[in-house]
């Protein structure tokens, strides 16, 4: 079979998962419960091979090689999903938390990366493994950004305040040029032998994330045009197919960001074009059209998600340092979304739980996951701990982004509830206050 076939027997797998779970309870979040159900099945067939019942196990390994979920992901469906979730971003409210989303994309972004580096690499000498310390920033670099598929897919089904809500969402989609950025620089240091300077840094984030950003207003107005230009309610819609296709397609060959290529395109789309390109009758049709390509593409990931576990080699040094670096990375993250917001706090007032649920709501998803199988395997880290770097990194990666989407993902609705509960009561105080003057 070829590897077309797998992933339609695969999709169809993520839509009867999902429907099942809307069966059993509408409070299931659907992606958690496709990548539990997956996780599981991963186990089982993991768990039969290992006691050599119809090993099966070597069966689905072959397949998820075959697939290879770096590419599916970073070169094929990424730009459907970093389209479809910037169609809902309401730039008013956007506007509104620039300064927040701009400081969460950029420090925040950074500052976690290094100290997580830091903090892993005192504690991997600590515990006697010495990792080497280029290592520990390759894992901090890959970990820090927050994943805009993992956050759209969970975090907006929440019905959260809408600030509040943009601030997660906005950094999400935009940190993917950061993340992206010192994640090639760290990769070519340690594997390429590069050494970092800061011309060469500022000139690939140039390259990649302003160049992005810049084709990615390109291909919008154009794309604006060509649909003002039709009343063929069809082609108006085929016609946005053509920017997460060959849109995404061309930025990656031009070595932009094609991630934010389509954040940029899809918010332009979603608040310009929306409103004035498409004819009345078809706004519905364009809407419940790309969240059917959402949920669709949504549902496969997740399923790939939970099944990546059949790429990760267990060990004894691989499940302790996985065990540390989800709490390492939680503290770290705290840590880079309080600093600026000590200062941004000083002229706005923020609900009360915006820390816990940007630190809580700060999914790690697929892409951590891809640029951790992107880590070549012929490179061992020490004598000290005897495991090659993809496969230390990959299961520490996976282990983070399962326990943020099945752990994270299924017990941010009380904060966000708390928030609702916050945000009524300081309006309610307001009003009553304007009432009393």
């Not at 197919?241 to 979603?270: C, D, E, Q």
């Not at 399923?303 to 989800?326: D, T």
Request: proline letters at 2%; a neutral charge; hydrophobic letters at 50%.
């Amino acid at each position: 079979m070829n590897i077309y076939t797998y992933i339609c027997f695969l999709s169809s797998l993520s839509i009867f998962i999902g429907f099942i779970t809307a069966k059993i309870s509408d409070r299931i979040q659907y992606t958690i419960a496709v990548t539990a159900t997956s996780m599981v099945s991963s186990l089982v067939l993991l768990g039969l091979g290992y006691l050599n019942w119809f090993n099966l196990d070597d069966v689905a390994i072959k397949v998820m090689q075959q697939i290879d979920f770096k590419s599916f992901l970073l070169d094929g469906i990424l730009g459907f999903l970093l389209f479809a979730g910037a169609l809902g971003i309401k730039l008013p409210v956007m506007k509104t938390q620039k300064w927040e989303i701009t400081s969460l994309a950029l420090f925040s972004t950074a500052t976690s990366t290094f100290l997580i580096a830091g903090l892993f690499y005192f504690i991997s000498y600590a515990i006697g493994f010495n990792i080497d310390f280029i290592y520990c920033l390759l894992f901090g670099s890959l970990i820090s950004p927050t994943d805009p598929i993992a956050v759209l897919a969970i975090i907006k089904n929440l019905k959260a305040p809408r600030k509040l809500s943009m601030k997660v969402e906005g950094e999400s989609l935009f940190n993917d040029g950061v993340g992206l950025v010192i994640f090639t620089t760290v990769f070519a240091v340690a594997f390429e032998g590069q050494s970092p300077t800061i011309t060469g840094v500022a000139q690939l984030f140039l390259t990649e994330a302003i160049g992005g950003i810049l084709f990615g207003l390109i291909i919008g107005v154009i794309a604006h045009f060509l649909i003002s230009a039709t009343d063929d309610s069809s082609l108006e819609i085929l016609l946005t197919l053509t920017i997460p296709t060959a849109g995404f397609i061309t930025a990656n060959l031009l070595h932009v960001s094609g991630a934010l290529s389509m954040v940029v395109s899809g918010i332009m789309i979603g608040n310009w074009t929306r409103h004035t390109g498409f004819s009345e009758h078809n706004k519905h049709n364009f809407n419940h059209f790309w969240e059917m390509i959402d949920h669709f593409l949504n549902s496969l990931l997740f399923l790939l998600i939970g099944l990546a576990l059949l790429l990760v080699n267990f060990s004894y040094q691989g499940i302790l340092l996985s065990i540390i670096a989800i709490p390492v990375c939680l503290l770290c993250r705290y840590i880079s979304v309080w600093i600026p917001f000590q200062v941004l706090g000083r002229k706005n007032i923020y609900n009360p739980y915006t820390l816990r649920i940007l630190t809580w709501g700060g999914l790690r998803g697929g892409l951590s996951l891809a640029m951790a199988l992107s880590i070549p395997r012929d490179n061992i880290i020490s004598q000290h701990i005897g495991m090659n770097i993809h496969e230390l990194l990959l299961i520490m990666t996976y282990s983070v982004v399962m326990f943020s989407i099945l752990i994270q993902g299924t017990t941010i609705e009380a904060m966000v509830k708390k928030s609702k509960e916050a945000t009524m009561i300081s309006r309610g105080y307001v009003g009553l206050h304007k009432k009393k003057n």
